[in-house]
């Protein structure tokens, strides 16, 4: 494979997914179903169709069907901006000296410079096939809003972002582009709805978090027939349309001629990382090949290394379904000096059984050692990446640091979710020495712990 | 051509240019040579190589061989961001209702946000095999800046640049991720230069200018002989390495199948537009085909559509050689309310000589039209254009509009220089209504031609 390996492999428009894949098919214990928070039920379509479109409400409940079309107006909306490049990381390589090949599948070449994107062009197209006239979401470092306001210019969709209040004065330039493509933002907690309001009476001074967000979206959509909420990770029919990431890196490492061995993501809600593992962990799954899959979180925000596994809900204001996730508890809210993503209290559903089942290892890393990384691969490969997906590539540091010590050549696959443009406050704060590492204590942990949910 | 036409077309890294193609040999009017400031000669190879790096300087003064060879260091640098992709702006066209194909040539898919990498890497390049230890340019929106940035954290070379204060300011990001790739960045005027003090003493608050901040970085290598100078626009050698742009542009079209009618790019001092054009030009030159090519400047600082053709000094502090181009005098500074680059007082010696013998057209913008088309751009078409690039989108969106009266169905090739990442400052001004536009007085420009120099 050496002789004349290209330094990125662009699928042609025709090898670009027709189908997502749908990972709970292929699992033996599927993740535990979701709860309707008022009956404490597994929630019905009825149940959710309020709440989402009815396409997303039955891909969401569909945990037997492995492929799933890609309907042709998606298809060609991804065009836009896809089939994104898995790349030959070979100027880090060099950098650090290792036997080890690194390869990135980088998501950030798009305006709205992440991953979201192909969830937020599906679920828009859901809408406006429905013939809904608006949607409204929430926001935390910005990339899922930008996302959906881009799919929503597309389909002349109104769009309303409530934006994590932190991160809306922190990236006044993010809340721009959301407002350029046509979308009305709100800074959370707001006075617009209650559970804004009720925060805001117990917390004057809060500045916001992703559970307050999301009961803030959910209850306006709850109020308008015409409005649907769309959530940009954690929910499994997210995860089935980030698959794409997944399945292009696979025909991507074909062409290539290479069988990755460690595979490495970020992991917050767990859209990308779920997209990205999925094709590879269904192999594992159907028994035909073995990989390491590492999930990489914040120290300041650890669900998977540190949290439980158990029923929660999923925002602040408890009207949204609960679901059976590690968690850190529904009102944790990372240190206001942990930046960017990767902040919300639980994990994905899906990625937690698979946790839980020892398909996938975790571990955390913090703020600075991030950063670091971040920048020295800013400075030998080029790309700026987002906070987020620099945790993963700290990680993919590490262990091909391992491998320099032991001699091993491992293909090490990594998910690089974004770019850092709008991050640049964060990035300052590094440059300046000013960054600081949050690490919760136990007992902050098990005071969360002990207002979980009781649930039989 | 019209089935299966794919959406994008992504050249493979073997079908990228390994000669830049230098159209000054094609011309029979070969641009008129710059002139040593203290002299009013012709510029030496002597008198250029206390600036430039020893084999800048040699390309800045060949006009004589067409094509020369890109190393292998610089190819392999490409190949992380490049070939880029170009684009059939199939939504845009059916936004339109236009019968015109328009396709695009997108260089923002690289950190730095904008074509100006294509030049930096090659220039930092020759610096570094020089045994040079420093590189000291200026930057106005900071497109350059940040490229050269890039460049130079690869190689290794320390790194200064003097920012125009009012990007400086209004730019923070930009700023920044300079500094993130180990940059030191200045505001321009300063103090640290004879020319920065004496601009700073006769107009106390002056926002400064691209004429002023070429004079303080060239003041500043001219007292240190590690050092270089490295532009980012106007001169030949400039053009000659952007013209990798027009070299894959003219292969991606013909695998479309497409002959170019026009061909539109921005013009600020040029780099873009020229290396957009260059091997388009040169079959012109060598009457083997037809284009419309159209130069597109800014209404508020049109060197081609209002400037002189004459010698001019290409920066405030009248130290650097003097150059015969289209100019609106080199102490016209455009006016606070312009935005963005595309603000330089004069017009690349080798395009104002095409221009002059009709090879090219030039038309220029005001600056709310350009934000109206690029919104409309992002839209529909995904990618949020940088401010410069939306004056050739502005242009293109006319001529389809025409072809649409007319009911031609031209093929129209833009340029798409960069990204508006950084530019959110000013989307944010034009999405709240605050826009102005301005277009110099005839007196105005009357008084500024009055300075010009005396050339025999």
Redesign the interface.
């Known amino acids: 494979m050496e002789k004349n390996m ?3 492999i ?1 699928l ?2 025709n090898e670009m997914p027709k189908e997502w894949y749908n990972v709970r098919a292929d699992m033996k214990n599927k993740p535990a179903p979701l709860l309707n928070p008022a009956t404490k039920k597994p929630v019905t379509f009825e149940d959710l169709r309020s709440v989402f479109c009815d396409e997303i409400a039955r891909q969401e409940l569909n945990d037997t069907d492995a492929f799933i079309p890609i309907p042709e107006e998606i298809r ?1 909306f991804y ?3 896809r089939p994104s490049p898995l790349i030959h990381a070979e ?1 880090l390589e060099k950098e650090l000296g290792t036997p080890a090949k690194i390869f990135y599948k980088f998501e950030g ?3 709205s ?1 992440s991953h979201k994107l192909n969830s937020a062009i599906a679920q828009a197209y859901y809408a406006k096939q429905q013939g809904l006239t608006g949607v409204v979401t929430e926001t935390g470092a910005g990339q899922w809003g930008t996302a959906l306001s ?1 799919a929503s ?2 389909f002349k969709l109104a769009c309303h972002v409530y934006m994590v209040k932190v991160s809306y004065e922190q990236k ?2 993010r809340r ?2 959301m ?4 979308a009305n933002v709100t800074p959370s907690p707001s006075t617009l709805t209650e559970a804004g309001r009720k925060i805001l009476e117990a917390f004057p001074g809060t500045s916001g978090s992703l559970g307050c967000a999301i009961s803030e979206a959910v209850e306006e959509v709850m109020a308008n027939p015409c409005n649907r909420y769309l959530p940009g990770s954690v929910l499994s029919h997210v995860l089935l349309h980030q698959s794409v990431i997944g399945l292009e890196t696979k025909t991507a490492l074909e062409k290539y001629g290479v069988k990755a061995d460690i595979i490495i993501g970020c992991a917050g809600g767990g859209s990308n990382l779920g997209g990205l593992i999925s094709p590879f962990v269904g192999e594992m799954l159907r028994g035909e090949n073995q990989y390491r899959l590492i999930a990489v979180e914040p120290s300041s925000c650890p669900s998977l290394t540190r949290g439980k596994f158990a029923y929660d809900y999923c925002d602040t204001g408890k009207i949204c379904p609960l679901q059976k996730m590690y968690t850190l508890g529904a009102e944790f809210i990372p240190s206001s000096s942990h930046a960017g993503g990767l902040r919300y209290h639980g994990m994905s559903g899906t990625l937690s059984q698979l946790y839980h089942d020892g398909y996938m290892e975790a571990t955390s890393v913090t703020q600075t050692e991030v950063f670091e990384a971040a ?1 020295r691969f ?7 990446p987002a906070p987020e997906s620099s945790h993963a590539i700290c990680v993919a540091i590490k262990e091909a640091l391992r491998c320099k010590e032991t001699g091993e050549a491992k293909n090490i696959v990594i998910g690089l979710t974004g ?1 850092g ?2 991050d ?2 964060t ?2 704060k590094y ?1 300046e020495g000013k960054m600081g590492d949050y690490i919760p204590s136990d007992e902050e942990l098990q005071n969360s712990f002990a207002r979980l949910p009781e649930i039989d």
């Open positions: 290209p330094y990125k662009y042609s428009e060609n065009k836009m901006y100027f070449g798009n305006t410079g881009m210019a597309y006044p330039f721009e582009v407002r350029t493509y046509g920048v800013a400075r030998c490969e080029g790309t700026l770019t443009y709008f640049m406050f990035y300052q440059n």
